[in-house]
């Protein structure tokens, strides 16, 4: 069993940095995959990076890629996410999530995470 909880988010302005950090409980931690997600009001959850065990292998959704970072510190079972250069468009309720090893892994696909945080609510004025 794993808890995941959010913390780090917050209102900044556009152009603004913030840093989401998504703590971890449980032993097997080091060797799950791990993704962050949000939901802005009135869309569909939506991926927006992951991260697979050892940190070397990751994916992100286009609108992020340069702007966003997924990181992972095994010592202290806590996932990060950099976020730079927010604009209005990346407001949005942010989950962290996790998957265990399985026969087939996805980085992308919601249903193939077994774990879920409660969210941490991210808004970016203009």
């Known amino acids: 069993q794993v808890q995941l909880v959010e913390s780090g988010g917050g209102l900044v302005q556009a152009g603004d940095s913030l840093r989401l950090s998504c703590a971890a409980s449980?032993?097997?931690?080091?060797?799950?995959?791990v993704g962050w997600f949000r939901q802005a009001p009135g869309k569909e959850r939506e991926f927006v990076a992951s991260l697979n065990w050892d940190g070397l292998s990751t994916d992100y959704v286009d609108s992020v890629k340069g702007r966003f970072a997924i990181s992972r510190d095994n010592a202290k079972s806590t996932v990060y996410l950099q976020m730079n250069s927010l604009k209005p468009e990346d407001t949005a309720v942010y989950y962290c999530a996790a998957q265990s090893p399985k026969s087939y892994n996805s980085f992308r696909a919601q249903s193939a995470y077994d774990y879920w945080g409660q969210g941490t609510q991210v808004t970016v004025s203009s």
């Open positions: 449980g032993r097997t931690f080091r060797a799950y995959i």
